[in-house]
């Protein structure tokens, strides 16, 4: 079992599995409207609901950024095969490979995005790349529950078997001279986002099919991965839409 906390993190995984969590723990002091909103989902789940001290959710927890909320869960069954995902999507797919995305905090904010968006799979090296962890998961405000999160091995050779399969891999670098506006993405697809500063390694930029930037039209150089991976998707949710 581990901790998970945060309102949002404990809810969407009550929703999405609920045979999952053991126990749900709340801090006794807190008597306002969003938690007893809360409380309602917990009984309705039918998952054991306890009463514990700020002191002791902290502890329980390991950190005090818990909003009063934590849970008891087990790890939800792993990705292990990105063709088992995409064989049950219908429609064009939508996956994101992030090459070398190490904060937490920038995974949990791009898996909200992915979430919302309707990416269908998310991909990552298991050397450069941070896991879900209890800040991805807080971050992600429920969506590390809901959104495939593979790290591979080898990311170049996944994004060789994503192009077997008919995907069109698209990587962001700010030399490009395609804009991400002028990219197809009404086709099964792959957005690869660098890390930030180092931007994607050689291989993985030369195995893109194509390389698209972001339009830079004030003093800044670059945008936060989070939020170029946000402003990529949506794009590609407008075209997708009309």
């Not at 309602?40 to 002191?55: D, H, I, N, P, W």
């Not at 996956?95 to 269908?120: E, F, K, Q, S, Y």
């Not at 999160?149 to 030399?175: C, F, I, K, P």
Request: aromatic share 4%.
């Amino acid at each position: 079992m581990k901790p998970l906390y945060g309102f949002h993190a404990v809810g969407a995984r009550l929703r999405a599995a609920p045979a999952s969590v053991h126990a749900v723990y709340v801090d006794a002091s807190r008597r306002d409207a969003r938690m007893q909103q809360f409380l309602r989902k917990v009984e309705a789940s039918g998952v054991e609901l306890k009463t514990l001290s700020a002191e002791r959710l902290t502890a329980l927890a390991g950190t005090d950024r818990h909003q009063g909320v934590v849970a008891q869960v087990d790890d939800l069954p792993t990705v292990h095969d990105l063709h088992a995902v995409l064989d049950a999507v219908e429609g064009a797919p939508l996956v994101l490979a992030l090459d070398g995305v190490t904060d937490p905090h920038n995974l949990g904010a791009i898996l909200r995005t992915a979430d919302a968006a309707g990416v269908h799979l998310v991909i990552a090296p298991k050397d450069r790349a941070v896991g879900l962890n209890p800040t991805v998961a807080r971050v992600a405000s429920g969506a590390a529950e809901t959104v495939p999160y593979l790290m591979v091995t080898n990311l170049v050779r996944s994004l060789g078997e994503l192009q077997d399969r008919g995907l069109w891999v698209m990587g962001t670098d700010e030399a490009a001279t395609d804009d991400v506006y002028a990219a197809n993405w009404t086709q099964p697809a792959v957005l690869v986002m660098g890390a930030e500063g180092a931007g994607m390694r050689r291989l993985v930029r030369e195995t893109c099919d194509q390389l698209l930037q972001i339009p830079m039209l004030g003093a800044v150089e670059s945008l936060n991965v989070s939020v170029a991976a946000g402003v990529c998707l949506y794009e590609a949710v407008r075209q997708r839409r009309a």
